[in-house]
């Protein structure tokens, strides 16, 4: 049976396998033995399975559903959950440019999961106004770290590099920038070659975990020293750096 859910997750290997580029109404249906013409009864084009697929995506990961008391180690999973799951499905990185998603509509569980952090700042003691500035600031981050490494990635599917040939996908990003350094000479750069080692293990989930932490008290410490505590006057705390 024709389903909204089989439609999602034949759409999610596609991009899986073959890229955004891969992705046509066509393939999802011959994957699914059915016709164009019967997807139409559950999407009304393939926009609305772009938007719908990310949020399904999203659901699946379910990235604020933990309970740390802690809302600086909360916020740390939170992120973290977040970029393994772009990680683990690089091709949606390609619908986070599409208009529909980002201007016109979101989700159901995209907005869920903004409004759960959101929630969770505001209840530590920040104003609304730096809840805001600092989601926004941790998912630009989030997205740019997923964004990079796949960038990183592509280059050494192309170039043919480890090996395995083509198809191999190296793991550690230490192995990424080692074979870069190789392409172009250690000794054209050699701020890169000196802090290659540090550089590489940047995109480690701990590090990233650091970076998060680093972040928001850098936010909070700015906000600080601004003469604001990050707080409005009605709550009964100021954030507390943890």
Known sequence: MLTQERILQSALELIDEEGIGGLSLRKIATRLG?????????????????????????GYYDVTNHDEAD???????TFSRMREGLCAHPGLMGLLDNAAFTTSYRGRNALQVMDTILCRLRAAGFAPQHAAAL????????????????????????????????????????????????????????????????????????????????????????????????????????????
Do not use: C
């Not at 809302?71 to 999973?77: A, K, S, Y």
């Open 34 to 58: 059915a016709s164009t013409m019967s997807l139409y009864r559950h999407f009304r084009s393939k926009a609305d399975i772009e938007v719908a697929l990310v949020d399904h995506v999203v």
């Open 71 to 77: 809302w600086l180690e909360w916020l740390q999973r």
């Open 135 to 242: 989601y926004h600031m941790l998912m630009a981050y989030t997205i740019g770290s997923v964004v990079l490494m796949n960038q990183e990635m592509r280059r050494v599917v192309v170039s043919g590099g480890g090996s395995g040939g083509e198809d191999e996908r190296p793991a550690e990003y230490s192995q990424l920038l080692e074979l870069g350094l190789q392409m172009v000479g250690v000794q054209q750069f050699k701020g890169v070659a000196e802090m290659a080692p540090q550089l590489a293990t940047l995109w480690e989930p701990e590090a990233f975990r650091a970076a998060v932490l680093h972040i928001t008290r850098s936010f909070l410490a700015t906000a600080m020293s601004d003469g604001n505590d990050g707080s409005d006057g009605n709550d009964e705390k100021a954030p507390h750096r943890g």
